[in-house]
Protein backbone atom coordinates (compact mmCIF):
# COMPACT_ATOMS: atom_id res chain seq x y z
CA UNK A 1 0.00 0.00 0.00
CA UNK A 2 1.00 3.49 -0.27
CA UNK A 3 3.56 4.95 2.17
CA UNK A 4 2.02 8.38 3.22
CA UNK A 5 4.18 10.54 5.41
CA UNK A 6 1.35 10.01 8.23
CA UNK A 7 1.86 6.76 8.03
CA UNK A 8 5.68 6.58 8.19
CA UNK A 9 5.43 8.55 11.47
CA UNK A 10 3.23 6.57 12.70
CA UNK A 11 5.69 3.73 11.65
CA UNK A 12 8.57 5.05 13.58
CA UNK A 13 6.04 5.21 16.63
CA UNK A 14 5.49 1.81 16.33
CA UNK A 15 9.57 1.06 16.08
CA UNK A 16 10.09 3.17 19.06
CA UNK A 17 7.46 1.48 21.19
CA UNK A 18 8.48 -2.31 20.03
CA UNK A 19 12.12 -2.10 21.22
CA UNK A 20 10.75 -1.70 24.86
CA UNK A 21 9.81 -5.11 24.32
CA UNK A 22 12.45 -8.04 25.04
CA UNK A 23 11.80 -9.33 21.76
CA UNK A 24 12.56 -6.08 19.89
CA UNK A 25 15.29 -4.95 22.32
CA UNK A 26 17.00 -7.58 20.86
CA UNK A 27 15.62 -8.18 17.31
CA UNK A 28 15.97 -4.25 16.53
CA UNK A 29 19.48 -3.69 18.45
CA UNK A 30 21.25 -1.32 16.59
CA UNK A 31 18.39 0.08 15.05
CA UNK A 32 16.62 3.05 15.80
CA UNK A 33 13.00 4.55 14.86
CA UNK A 34 14.59 7.79 13.95
CA UNK A 35 17.13 5.81 10.93
CA UNK A 36 13.44 5.15 9.31
CA UNK A 37 13.21 8.17 6.91
CA UNK A 38 11.98 6.79 3.84
CA UNK A 39 9.88 3.41 2.09
CA UNK A 40 13.41 2.00 1.37
CA UNK A 41 14.89 2.50 5.17
CA UNK A 42 11.58 0.25 6.30
CA UNK A 43 11.90 -2.02 3.99
CA UNK A 44 15.43 -2.86 5.11
CA UNK A 45 14.17 -4.08 8.35
CA UNK A 46 14.16 -7.75 9.45
CA UNK A 47 10.69 -9.88 9.09
CA UNK A 48 9.39 -10.66 11.92
CA UNK A 49 8.34 -14.39 11.94
CA UNK A 50 5.59 -16.88 13.87
CA UNK A 51 8.79 -18.22 15.31
CA UNK A 52 10.18 -15.06 16.16
CA UNK A 53 7.24 -14.96 18.44
CA UNK A 54 7.62 -18.43 19.72
CA UNK A 55 10.70 -18.52 20.91
CA UNK A 56 9.56 -14.86 22.83
CA UNK A 57 7.10 -17.21 25.21
CA UNK A 58 5.17 -16.23 27.19
CA UNK A 59 5.61 -12.50 27.04
CA UNK A 60 8.89 -11.49 25.45
CA UNK A 61 6.42 -9.26 22.85
CA UNK A 62 4.91 -7.05 25.75
CA UNK A 63 6.04 -3.21 25.15
CA UNK A 64 4.37 -1.74 28.27
CA UNK A 65 3.95 -2.49 32.21
CA UNK A 66 2.02 -5.69 32.83
CA UNK A 67 -0.42 -3.84 35.09
CA UNK A 68 -1.71 -2.04 31.98
CA UNK A 69 -2.53 -5.83 30.06
CA UNK A 70 -6.42 -6.62 30.74
CA UNK A 71 -6.26 -9.94 28.58
CA UNK A 72 -4.03 -12.50 26.25
CA UNK A 73 -4.90 -14.11 23.42
CA UNK A 74 -2.57 -17.37 21.87
CA UNK A 75 -2.38 -17.93 18.49
CA UNK A 76 -3.12 -21.78 17.74
CA UNK A 77 -0.21 -23.25 16.77
CA UNK A 78 -0.14 -26.45 14.90
CA UNK A 79 3.68 -27.10 16.06
CA UNK A 80 4.45 -27.12 20.28
CA UNK A 81 5.49 -23.84 21.57
CA UNK A 82 1.74 -21.21 21.13
CA UNK A 83 2.26 -17.55 20.55
CA UNK A 84 0.74 -15.03 23.34
CA UNK A 85 -0.37 -11.50 22.55
CA UNK A 86 -1.05 -9.31 25.38
CA UNK A 87 -3.58 -6.66 24.85
CA UNK A 88 -4.01 -3.58 26.74
CA UNK A 89 -7.93 -1.69 26.96
CA UNK A 90 -6.95 0.62 24.11
CA UNK A 91 -5.73 -2.71 22.37
CA UNK A 92 -9.25 -4.05 22.54
CA UNK A 93 -11.14 -0.72 22.04
CA UNK A 94 -9.41 -0.07 19.22
CA UNK A 95 -9.81 -4.32 17.82
CA UNK A 96 -13.49 -3.37 18.75
CA UNK A 97 -13.60 -0.20 16.93
CA UNK A 98 -12.45 -1.87 13.76
CA UNK A 99 -14.80 -4.93 13.99
CA UNK A 100 -17.69 -2.91 14.56
CA UNK A 101 -16.40 -0.73 11.10
CA UNK A 102 -16.66 -4.41 9.37
CA UNK A 103 -20.23 -5.05 10.49
CA UNK A 104 -21.12 -1.59 9.23
CA UNK A 105 -19.26 -2.07 5.96
CA UNK A 106 -21.38 -5.17 5.53
CA UNK A 107 -24.64 -3.08 6.10
CA UNK A 108 -25.10 -4.73 9.63
CA UNK A 109 -27.09 -2.35 12.23
CA UNK A 110 -28.15 -2.07 15.92
CA UNK A 111 -31.37 -4.09 14.65
CA UNK A 112 -29.92 -7.02 13.57
CA UNK A 113 -29.20 -10.00 15.72
CA UNK A 114 -25.95 -11.71 15.50
CA UNK A 115 -25.25 -15.17 16.06
CA UNK A 116 -21.74 -15.89 16.71
CA UNK A 117 -20.55 -19.66 16.00
CA UNK A 118 -16.67 -19.40 16.26
CA UNK A 119 -15.10 -20.94 19.34
CA UNK A 120 -14.59 -18.18 22.70
CA UNK A 121 -11.40 -18.74 24.75
CA UNK A 122 -7.60 -18.53 24.24
CA UNK A 123 -8.66 -17.92 20.26
CA UNK A 124 -9.76 -14.77 19.25
CA UNK A 125 -12.80 -15.50 16.67
CA UNK A 126 -15.40 -15.76 18.93
CA UNK A 127 -14.96 -13.08 21.45
CA UNK A 128 -13.64 -10.71 18.09
CA UNK A 129 -17.57 -10.80 16.66
CA UNK A 130 -19.32 -10.20 19.90
CA UNK A 131 -16.83 -6.79 20.69
CA UNK A 132 -17.28 -5.57 17.24
CA UNK A 133 -21.20 -6.38 17.57
CA UNK A 134 -21.67 -4.97 21.21
CA UNK A 135 -19.90 -1.79 20.18
CA UNK A 136 -22.05 -1.58 16.81
CA UNK A 137 -25.26 -2.10 19.18
CA UNK A 138 -26.63 -5.30 17.42
CA UNK A 139 -28.03 -8.07 19.69
CA UNK A 140 -25.26 -10.76 20.29
CA UNK A 141 -26.52 -14.30 20.29
CA UNK A 142 -22.89 -16.24 21.77
CA UNK A 143 -22.63 -19.65 20.53
CA UNK A 144 -20.10 -20.94 20.18
CA UNK A 145 -19.39 -23.98 17.83
CA UNK A 146 -21.34 -27.28 18.01
CA UNK A 147 -24.32 -28.51 19.25
CA UNK A 148 -26.48 -28.50 15.88
CA UNK A 149 -29.57 -28.82 17.04
CA UNK A 150 -29.20 -26.16 19.65
CA UNK A 151 -27.79 -23.14 17.14
CA UNK A 152 -31.13 -24.06 14.55
CA UNK A 153 -33.58 -23.49 17.82
CA UNK A 154 -31.75 -20.00 18.71
CA UNK A 155 -31.71 -19.39 14.92
CA UNK A 156 -35.13 -19.91 14.88
CA UNK A 157 -36.36 -18.94 18.15
CA UNK A 158 -33.95 -15.66 18.69
CA UNK A 159 -34.54 -14.60 14.74
CA UNK A 160 -31.09 -14.20 14.17
CA UNK A 161 -30.32 -12.07 11.07
CA UNK A 162 -26.43 -12.30 10.58
CA UNK A 163 -24.73 -15.51 11.04
CA UNK A 164 -20.75 -15.87 12.31
CA UNK A 165 -18.65 -18.91 11.08
CA UNK A 166 -16.12 -20.63 9.22
CA UNK A 167 -16.82 -21.62 5.84
CA UNK A 168 -17.28 -25.03 6.47
CA UNK A 169 -19.76 -24.39 9.31
CA UNK A 170 -21.57 -22.51 7.87
CA UNK A 171 -22.17 -25.00 5.17
CA UNK A 172 -23.01 -27.38 7.48
CA UNK A 173 -25.65 -25.14 9.14
CA UNK A 174 -27.18 -24.71 5.61
CA UNK A 175 -27.09 -28.41 4.36
CA UNK A 176 -29.11 -29.06 8.11
CA UNK A 177 -31.47 -26.46 7.20
CA UNK A 178 -32.07 -27.49 3.66
CA UNK A 179 -32.53 -31.29 5.59
CA UNK A 180 -35.05 -30.29 8.21
CA UNK A 181 -36.52 -28.44 5.87
CA UNK A 182 -36.67 -25.24 7.99
CA UNK A 183 -35.70 -22.51 5.43
CA UNK A 184 -39.07 -20.41 6.11
CA UNK A 185 -38.64 -20.27 9.69
CA UNK A 186 -34.92 -19.19 9.46
CA UNK A 187 -34.44 -15.18 9.29
CA UNK A 188 -30.81 -14.91 8.38
CA UNK A 189 -29.88 -12.32 5.55
CA UNK A 190 -26.23 -11.93 5.95
CA UNK A 191 -23.39 -13.78 6.84
CA UNK A 192 -19.84 -12.96 7.42
CA UNK A 193 -17.39 -15.53 6.97
CA UNK A 194 -13.22 -15.91 8.66
CA UNK A 195 -12.01 -15.17 5.46
CA UNK A 196 -9.69 -18.51 4.19
CA UNK A 197 -9.17 -20.03 0.85
CA UNK A 198 -12.51 -21.16 -0.17
CA UNK A 199 -14.45 -21.98 -3.64
CA UNK A 200 -16.11 -19.76 -5.22
CA UNK A 201 -18.63 -23.40 -5.56
CA UNK A 202 -18.82 -23.42 -1.63
CA UNK A 203 -19.58 -19.90 -1.87
CA UNK A 204 -22.13 -20.04 -4.13
CA UNK A 205 -23.97 -23.06 -2.36
CA UNK A 206 -23.99 -21.06 1.43
CA UNK A 207 -25.54 -18.21 -0.22
CA UNK A 208 -28.24 -20.13 -1.97
CA UNK A 209 -28.97 -22.51 0.22
CA UNK A 210 -29.08 -20.24 3.55
CA UNK A 211 -30.12 -16.99 1.32
CA UNK A 212 -27.65 -14.75 2.47
CA UNK A 213 -25.04 -12.25 1.40
CA UNK A 214 -21.76 -13.13 2.19
CA UNK A 215 -18.77 -11.22 3.26
CA UNK A 216 -15.10 -12.30 3.49
CA UNK A 217 -13.76 -11.11 7.02
CA UNK A 218 -9.94 -11.20 7.63
CA UNK A 219 -7.91 -11.17 10.60
CA UNK A 220 -5.05 -13.24 12.90
CA UNK A 221 -4.30 -13.52 16.67
CA UNK A 222 -0.65 -11.92 15.79
CA UNK A 223 -2.66 -8.79 14.64
CA UNK A 224 -5.41 -8.32 16.99
CA UNK A 225 -7.60 -10.90 15.54
CA UNK A 226 -10.16 -11.61 13.11
CA UNK A 227 -11.73 -7.97 11.73
CA UNK A 228 -8.63 -6.25 10.56
CA UNK A 229 -10.28 -5.74 6.88
CA UNK A 230 -13.92 -7.16 5.27
CA UNK A 231 -15.18 -7.30 1.83
CA UNK A 232 -18.10 -4.78 0.93
CA UNK A 233 -21.53 -5.57 -0.77
CA UNK A 234 -19.23 -5.30 -3.88
CA UNK A 235 -17.35 -8.22 -3.26
CA UNK A 236 -14.03 -7.42 -5.21
CA UNK A 237 -11.71 -7.97 -2.27
CA UNK A 238 -11.57 -6.70 1.45
CA UNK A 239 -11.25 -3.40 2.42
CA UNK A 240 -8.11 -3.19 4.90
CA UNK A 241 -8.05 -0.72 8.19
CA UNK A 242 -5.13 0.99 7.32
CA UNK A 243 -5.39 3.33 9.71
CA UNK A 244 -4.41 1.00 11.99
CA UNK A 245 -1.71 -1.01 10.56
CA UNK A 246 0.36 -0.85 7.47
CA UNK A 247 0.52 -4.05 5.09
CA UNK A 248 3.20 -4.72 2.28
CA UNK A 249 2.95 -7.64 -0.22
CA UNK A 250 6.30 -9.75 -0.71
CA UNK A 251 7.80 -11.98 -2.86
CA UNK A 252 8.01 -15.14 -0.62
CA UNK A 253 11.06 -16.06 -1.64
CA UNK A 254 13.03 -12.92 -1.67
CA UNK A 255 11.27 -11.16 0.62
CA UNK A 256 10.88 -7.97 -2.02
CA UNK A 257 7.87 -5.85 -2.90
CA UNK A 258 5.98 -7.63 -5.27
CA UNK A 259 4.51 -5.14 -8.49
CA UNK A 260 1.68 -3.48 -8.44
CA UNK A 261 -1.57 -5.93 -8.25
CA UNK A 262 0.96 -9.33 -8.37
CA UNK A 263 0.14 -12.11 -6.00
CA UNK A 264 2.27 -12.43 -3.13
CA UNK A 265 2.70 -13.01 0.61
CA UNK A 266 1.16 -9.97 2.93
CA UNK A 267 3.23 -8.27 5.35
CA UNK A 268 1.85 -6.49 8.12
CA UNK A 269 2.87 -3.60 10.95
CA UNK A 270 0.73 -2.67 13.46
CA UNK A 271 0.75 1.48 13.74
CA UNK A 272 -0.83 1.94 16.81
CA UNK A 273 -1.05 -1.47 18.50
CA UNK A 274 0.33 -0.89 22.76
CA UNK A 275 0.44 -4.61 24.08
CA UNK A 276 2.29 -6.49 21.48
CA UNK A 277 3.24 -4.31 18.87
CA UNK A 278 4.55 -6.06 15.41
CA UNK A 279 6.68 -4.45 12.52
CA UNK A 280 6.43 -6.53 9.32
CA UNK A 281 4.61 -9.76 10.56
CA UNK A 282 4.62 -12.18 7.94
CA UNK A 283 1.11 -13.10 7.64
CA UNK A 284 1.97 -16.43 5.09
CA UNK A 285 -1.41 -15.03 3.47
CA UNK A 286 -0.94 -15.33 -0.67
CA UNK A 287 -3.05 -12.25 -1.63
CA UNK A 288 -2.52 -9.40 -4.15
CA UNK A 289 -3.62 -5.77 -3.72
CA UNK A 290 -6.08 -4.48 -5.95
CA UNK A 291 -5.59 -1.62 -7.21
CA UNK A 292 -7.58 1.38 -7.93
CA UNK A 293 -10.47 2.85 -5.66
CA UNK A 294 -13.90 0.21 -4.85
CA UNK A 295 -17.20 1.45 -6.65
CA UNK A 296 -18.60 1.75 -3.06
CA UNK A 297 -16.16 4.84 -2.12
CA UNK A 298 -14.70 4.04 0.61
CA UNK A 299 -11.12 5.11 1.20
CA UNK A 300 -8.97 2.10 2.35
CA UNK A 301 -7.50 -0.27 0.06
CA UNK A 302 -8.32 -3.79 -1.09
CA UNK A 303 -6.60 -7.03 -0.98
CA UNK A 304 -8.16 -10.15 -2.72
CA UNK A 305 -9.75 -13.36 -1.06
CA UNK A 306 -6.94 -15.14 0.21
CA UNK A 307 -5.62 -17.41 -2.66
CA UNK A 308 -3.41 -19.96 -0.42
CA UNK A 309 -0.24 -19.80 2.10
CA UNK A 310 3.15 -19.26 0.79
CA UNK A 311 4.03 -22.05 2.76
CA UNK A 312 2.45 -24.16 -0.20
CA UNK A 313 3.57 -21.97 -3.02
CA UNK A 314 6.37 -23.26 -4.87
CA UNK A 315 8.30 -21.11 -8.07
CA UNK A 316 8.73 -22.70 -11.38
CA UNK A 317 10.70 -21.07 -13.85
CA UNK A 318 10.23 -17.64 -12.20
CA UNK A 319 6.48 -18.30 -12.21
CA UNK A 320 4.56 -18.84 -9.06
CA UNK A 321 2.62 -22.08 -8.81
CA UNK A 322 0.04 -22.34 -5.70
CA UNK A 323 -2.81 -24.70 -5.14
CA UNK A 324 -5.36 -22.24 -5.68
CA UNK A 325 -4.08 -21.83 -9.22
CA UNK A 326 -3.93 -24.99 -10.53
CA UNK A 327 -7.73 -25.86 -9.27
CA UNK A 328 -9.42 -22.80 -10.32
CA UNK A 329 -7.97 -24.13 -13.94
CA UNK A 330 -8.57 -27.25 -13.94
CA UNK A 331 -12.44 -26.40 -12.86
CA UNK A 332 -12.45 -24.27 -16.09
CA UNK A 333 -11.06 -27.15 -18.83
CA UNK A 334 -13.88 -30.04 -19.60
CA UNK A 335 -13.38 -33.70 -19.02
CA UNK A 336 -10.80 -33.00 -16.20
CA UNK A 337 -11.57 -33.51 -12.45
CA UNK A 338 -10.34 -31.36 -9.59
CA UNK A 339 -7.87 -34.33 -8.29
CA UNK A 340 -4.27 -33.48 -9.78
CA UNK A 341 -0.82 -33.66 -8.58
CA UNK A 342 1.81 -31.76 -9.78
CA UNK A 343 6.04 -33.19 -9.52
CA UNK A 344 8.41 -30.84 -9.82
CA UNK A 345 11.44 -31.96 -11.30
CA UNK A 346 15.01 -30.52 -12.05
CA UNK A 347 16.43 -32.58 -15.19
CA UNK A 348 19.79 -31.51 -17.49
CA UNK A 349 19.86 -28.00 -15.84
CA UNK A 350 15.85 -27.52 -16.62
CA UNK A 351 13.12 -27.32 -14.17
CA UNK A 352 9.77 -29.56 -15.46
CA UNK A 353 6.55 -29.15 -14.66
CA UNK A 354 4.84 -33.07 -14.47
CA UNK A 355 0.64 -32.59 -14.25
CA UNK A 356 -1.12 -35.70 -13.34
CA UNK A 357 -4.96 -35.45 -13.71
CA UNK A 358 -8.00 -37.30 -13.48
CA UNK A 359 -10.48 -37.83 -16.56
CA UNK A 360 -13.28 -40.28 -17.07
CA UNK A 361 -12.11 -40.32 -20.87
CA UNK A 362 -10.97 -44.03 -21.53
CA UNK A 363 -10.25 -44.06 -25.43
CA UNK A 364 -5.77 -43.42 -25.58
CA UNK A 365 -6.74 -41.28 -28.24
CA UNK A 366 -9.02 -39.22 -26.72
CA UNK A 367 -6.65 -39.10 -23.48
CA UNK A 368 -3.66 -37.82 -26.14
CA UNK A 369 -6.07 -34.79 -27.27
CA UNK A 370 -6.95 -34.16 -24.22
CA UNK A 371 -3.53 -33.67 -22.83
CA UNK A 372 -2.58 -31.11 -25.71
CA UNK A 373 -5.39 -29.13 -24.78
CA UNK A 374 -4.45 -29.03 -20.59
CA UNK A 375 -0.74 -28.11 -22.30
CA UNK A 376 -1.92 -25.59 -24.43
CA UNK A 377 -4.40 -23.92 -21.54
CA UNK A 378 -1.58 -24.43 -18.90
CA UNK A 379 0.98 -22.33 -20.72
CA UNK A 380 -1.69 -19.56 -21.84
CA UNK A 381 -3.30 -19.18 -17.95
CA UNK A 382 -0.20 -19.96 -16.44
CA UNK A 383 2.89 -19.04 -18.01
CA UNK A 384 4.83 -22.19 -18.24
CA UNK A 385 4.62 -25.39 -20.21
CA UNK A 386 3.79 -28.72 -18.63
CA UNK A 387 4.07 -32.34 -19.10
CA UNK A 388 0.38 -33.50 -18.90
CA UNK A 389 -0.84 -37.09 -18.22
CA UNK A 390 -4.14 -38.08 -17.70
CA UNK A 391 -5.04 -41.15 -16.13
CA UNK A 392 -8.62 -42.31 -15.45
CA UNK A 393 -10.53 -41.65 -12.34
CA UNK A 394 -9.89 -42.13 -8.70
CA UNK A 395 -5.76 -43.46 -9.76
CA UNK A 396 -4.22 -40.55 -8.00
CA UNK A 397 -4.26 -40.38 -4.12
CA UNK A 398 -7.01 -38.83 -2.16
CA UNK A 399 -5.29 -36.26 0.39
CA UNK A 400 -7.24 -34.06 2.68
CA UNK A 401 -4.74 -30.95 1.97
CA UNK A 402 -4.85 -29.31 -1.65
CA UNK A 403 -0.55 -28.46 -0.34
CA UNK A 404 0.37 -32.35 -0.51
CA UNK A 405 -0.53 -32.16 -3.84
CA UNK A 406 2.24 -30.08 -5.36
CA UNK A 407 5.84 -32.51 -4.91
CA UNK A 408 8.41 -30.29 -5.10
CA UNK A 409 11.81 -33.00 -6.10
CA UNK A 410 14.49 -30.08 -7.05
CA UNK A 411 15.95 -29.69 -3.59
ZN1 LIG B 1 -15.80 -1.51 -1.39
Known sequence: MEMTDGTLDRIRESIAHAKKSDFY???????????????????KLPFTGKDDL????????????????????????????PVIIPYTQKDVDDWALMFSRCYQTAGVTAKDRVHITPGYGLWTAGIGFQLGAERLGAMTIPM?????DKQLKMMEDLKSTVLCATS????????????????DRICLRKSLIGSE????????????????????????????????????????????????????????????????GEIGELVITTLRKEGAPLIRY????LTREIPGGCPCGSPFPRIDTLIGRSDDMVKVKGVMIYPGKIDE?????????????????????????????????????????????????????????PRPKAVGMGELPRSEKKSTRIFDNRY
Open 25 to 43: AGYFRGIEAGDIQSREDFE
Open 144 to 148: GPGNT
Open 168 to 183: SYALLLAEEIERRRIR
Open 329 to 385: FLAAVPDVSSEYQIQIDHLNGRDILNLLFETPLCGAEERKNLEKIVEESFKERIGIT
Open 282 to 285: RTHD
Open 54 to 81: REAYPLGLLAVDDERIVRVHSSSGTTGT
Open 197 to 260: RWGEKMRRRIAAELGVELYDIYGLTEIYGPGIGISCPHACGMHMWTDFLYYEIIDPHTGAAVGS
